[in-house]
Each structure stands twice: as C-alpha cells, then as structure tokens.
C-alpha cells in the first residue's frame, strides 16, 4: 500500500511472506571416520514481515526517507528461528543538496536488531549494532559523468555478525571504517 501527500511525501506498508526450499546447508559425513562437512540442498525456510516506509522531498532537493522492518525467519522443519537473520531493521536517510542539482550529502544511519548465532555456539545472540555511512556524490557535472565517495561505518563501530557452521568461532567481527570512490561514465 502506498500512499502520497501532495508531490512531497510518501508512506508506504507492506506485508511479505517468502517460502523457500532447497537452500544450502551445511551436513557431516554419514562416515564416522570422516570428518568433513558438505554442502547439499536440504533446508527449507519460511519468512513473515512487514515494512514500513516513509519519504518526505522538498522542491528545494533536500530529500529524508525512513524505514522499520519487522520479520521472523524459521526454519520450517524445527520451527526455530534461522540465525544470522535479525528481527528488527531500522534505516533512515537525509540527502542535502550542495550545488545546483547536481552536488549532494547524505548520511544514512542503519539499525540491526540481536540476530540468533548456530545452536550450540554457546552465545546464543549477536548484539544489535548501528552504523551510519557518509557520501558526497555528483550527477552530470559533466555529461553521462557520475561520482560518489562513501565513507562505510563513519564512526568506527565494533560489532560482530554469526558466523556459519563452516567457522570456528560463533560470530566474525565486521569491518571498521572503509572508503570507497566510484566513478560512473554512461555512454
């Protein structure tokens, strides 16, 4: 469902369920003297969410977008809820315009809620972590040239994300700050 207020704002809602089969799974051997694990097409697994978004953009460029998503991912066997798939997304947007409509910043700020490790691991949980990311980005300074330079986790945060079963420890630190320039000629 989408909704618009005049040119300048939009709301919208929407519900998704996925079913999916045959992903990808981790299994032993079914020798006992072999060790090794294998990938094979085994697991099926169903998500219910919702999302709700909102946008507000101002004739003068400046444009600032939220959004929540609330989703629970099981697997369909068990019940259980998978891990590494939070419950929880929080994202918000402002861009500002700094020359013309051609020069623009924007900082984005990103929410992820706990997300359940492997059973076993004996931590059980992931914390919830925020990040917010910083671009400066140009459209057509020069004709079919774009350019945008992001700085990815502006503040440093430390954070760590599950880790599969193909990996010792029970969660992976994430990368701090990074930068990445990109430049763009459609011709």
């Known amino acids: 469902l989408e909704q618009y207020f005049g040119s300048e704002t939009r709301l919208s809602v929407s519900g998704f ?6 992903l990808i799974g981790i299994t032993p051997s079914n020798d006992p003297a072999d060790t090794r694990e294998y990938f094979s097409n085994l697991e099926q697994a169903r998500t219910l969410g919702m999302e709700l978004e909102g ?3 101002t004739r003068s460029g ?15 066997q068990s019940g259980a809820e998978l891990s590494n798939s939070p419950q929880h997304l929080l994202k918000g947007n402002l861009v500002a315009p700094l020359w013309r409509d051609r020069v623009f910043a924007g900082i984005e700020a990103q929410y992820t809620s706990r997300a359940r490790t492997l059973p076993g691991r004996g931590i059980g949980f992931a914390d919830p972590f925020w990040v917010v990311n910083f671009t400066l980005y140009s459209r057509e300074l020069v004709k079919g040239l774009e350019a945008s330079a992001t700085l990815y986790n502006l503040f440093d945060s430390r954070y760590s994300y599950p880790a599969g079963s193909e990996f010792l420890p029970a969660l992976i630190e994430q990368d701090g700050r990074s930068f990445r320039a990109k430049l763009t000629y459609k011709f």
């Open 17 to 22: 369920f996925n079913d999916t089969q045959d």
């Open 55 to 57: 946008e507000y953009r």
């Open 62 to 76: 400046w444009l600032a977008r939220a959004s929540y998503t609330l989703q629970r991912t099981e697997d369909v």
